[in-house]
């Protein structure tokens, strides 16, 4: 049984109409809100510190930000405690105006469309037509995606035995942690946010500390579309402090983590150690992305290339190590290599652009310890391996081959543009290869022969596995992973599930009928 593949070049996002494609790229969008939003309110740390955010495609200091702590927790806990009592405006409210709002808060991030690219892009480094057309636009769509189940969460009645009426009721869990990161932060805000919001529940939030000033735009857009206060609390700041305070706090009824697996062991021992408070945690991968012969070659090249290099490759789920079928192994290696030389390198507000810099300093270090760690161990260097320009954090497209399953850059998260390229023989082989990690988050697969595409996605151990396309993440289907990739799923109707608890009724009757 043969499989049709597409002849489309991008998975993550269909490109908007050309009325909706970015006009401009102002390199220096104002930065209106660096507080920290507690309340409905913008206030100072109670410390009175602040943090420098910097931009990545200079190196310099964009603006400082309030840098909250253990009291500014308390402080957005307390708030967000109070929005959650009985009687209160938020749980009086209809189910149906939850989802006014949350369709609200769509509209008005569709007003400042372009003003939240720009600062997406100055903040985190991504190119900026990446942020315009790709990520706003998933981000608007989980709002209104969501949006439209506020009034569907609903239980069910059960015909116990004897003479009782029994139903179930779905509740909200209460107050909820949500700790995001920097390499989508409106995306990531969007996945934890929604659902929570839809379900009924309140809010703390912590945006990572390299990028804060999208989510502290979007608590303002909170405000302006109407929720009561304490439903939302922005705590900008740092993980070992802010975060940590989140994660322990017994006021906290459930803390949603995406980020390191290092740092997701570390919020499951908080949790466990304070109130055993409800975790789910999206962590990190290592994804295979195997090519078998019959597929169409110039596509699966690009979409490898796709799989690896979008946005800087900092994707949890990146198709990280590329495992090609021995008979045309030489043929991919040399045609990724020419797609890697051709990717364009520049300032990410170039709308031509398609590789911005990396997000930080750490994370360049990181990239350029694992490339020469690549180098030493024995993997052939095919291009790239160095930095690209001399200011910013920029790291030239680079792809190994030859490379072993036990080399470093075959076995540790990267996060980065570089591309790892492995030889395999047999589909049995493969399998046992491609779960041969501590991950499990993704995986895909390029063939046109349907029983090896089931055979293989049935048989590799990953939370989703896609078929001759790679990043097609939308709302209404459920991401996470399997293993230290994660527990628990975001997106769809399995996300709400877990910002919901579940409540059996049982009224005693004087008799049952059926």
Known sequence: MRIRTSNSSTALAKMEPAEKRPRRSDPSPEVRFTKLFINNEWVDSVSGKTFATINPATGDKICDVAEGDKADVDKAVSAAKEAFKLGSPWRTMDASKRGNLLNKLADLMERDREYLARLETLD??????????????????????????SDKIHGKTIPIDGSYLCMTRLEPVGVVGQIIPWNFPLLMQAWKLAPALCAGNTVVLKPAEQTPLTALYV??????????????????????????????HPGVDKVAFTGSTEVGHLIMQAAGASNLKRVTLELGGKSPNVVLADADLDYAVEMS??????NQGQCCCAGSRCFVEESVYDEFVKKSVERAKRRKVCDPMDKSCEQGPQVDQEQFDKIMSLIESGKKEGAKLECGGERHGDKGFFVQPTVFSDVKDDMRISQEEIFGPVMQITKFKTVKEVIERANCSIFGLAASVFTKDLEKALMLSQGIRAGTVWINCYDALEAQAPFGGFKESGCGRELGEYGLQQYTEVKTITIKLPQKNS
């Not at 900026?128 to 439209?148: E, H, P, Q, V, W």
């Not at 290339?305 to 979008?310: G, I, K, M, T, V």
């Open 124 to 149: 985190n480094g991504k190119p900026y037509s990446d942020s315009f057309n790709i990520d706003l636009n998933l981000t608007m769509k989980c709002y209104r995606y969501y949006a439209g189940w």
């Open 305 to 310: 290339h796709f799989a690896l290099f979008f």
């Open 219 to 248: 608590a303002s857009l909170i405000k302006e579309a109407g929720f009561p206060p304490g439903v939302l609390n922005v705590v900008s700041g740092y993980g070992p402090t802010a975060g940590a305070a989140i994660s322990a």
